[in-house]
């Protein structure tokens, strides 16, 4: 077993799948670590999301759940989670169950062999077409700006230690990508294949637009071209509204 686990998720108008998500993830933490905590983060949910995550907290303290004020993003959320994390090995996942919690004690088995951070790659994504170019254009991206091997890729689904952790939170840049902020401390990062389910709530909320700003912002903050800072804004990562830890 681990000794410590800190499990992140990002929620986002997902009460629909927050039982679900909380019965999977926390049996699978409780075969892996006696020591566990599940960090919720409401990035500015306009359904009951938050209401639910309370019932959570009410039934079991192991759940940590925080409000932001106003939608700052799934990456600033995640960042809020670190933050607030307590584990010595650090899971992130999507709030929709397309990342499976059944799958986190082989990413931890991958990270024991010696990696500082271990991402899981679906075999096949079952995500729509704009989610999927994405992907590849940030792939691209981080191969150029952030010298990523090619024969590494990332995902929201990862494994972090907690060394490699304090490190990610000390980057104070308004806008937060997760995985170019660590290829910056480390490129000891390990893969591994897993199943993707396909989405079983929502929407995505990926399009053209944003995935156009998306680019552009990982250019002005994650790139080593000087010009590019003066574009750089000093707004807070996040602002925290409410929070029962």
């Given at each position: ?112 062999e010696g990696y ?105 903050y994650y790139s ?22």
């Amino acid at each position: 077993m681990w000794s410590s686990v800190s499990a992140i998720i990002p929620v986002y108008n997902s009460i629909k799948s927050l039982d679900e998500l909380y019965y999977r993830l926390s049996e699978e933490l409780e075969k892996i670590s006696s020591k566990y905590e599940i960090i919720l983060i409401d990035d500015g949910s306009i359904d009951k999301s938050y209401e639910k995550m309370r019932e959570l907290r009410e039934k079991d303290n192991r759940v940590k759940i925080i409000q932001l004020d106003g939608n700052f993003g799934q990456q600033n959320a995640i960042m809020c989670g670190f933050h607030h994390a307590q584990g010595e090995y650090i899971v992130t996942l999507d709030d929709d169950l397309q990342h499976m919690p059944e799958y986190i004690e082989k990413l931890l088995n991958k990270l024991d062999e010696g990696y500082d951070v271990v991402y899981g790659i679906a075999e096949k994504k079952q995500h729509s077409f704009y989610r999927n170019l994405g992907s590849k254009i940030t792939n691209y991206l981080f191969n150029k700006i952030c010298s990523k091997p090619k024969d590494i890729r990332v995902s929201s689904f990862r494994v972090i230690k907690r060394d490699v952790l304090i490190d990610i939170i000390k980057n104070d840049f308004a806008f937060v990508y997760i995985s170019a902020i660590t290829l910056k401390i480390t490129k000891n990062i390990g893969n591994v294949c897993i199943k993707h389910d396909a989405r079983k709530y929502g929407n995505s909320n990926y399009n053209f637009a944003k995935l156009l700003k998306l680019f552009v912002k990982l250019y002005v903050y994650y790139s080593n071209t000087r010009f590019t800072k003066i574009f750089i804004s000093s707004a807070p990562q996040f602002r925290i509204k409410d929070k029962m830890l």
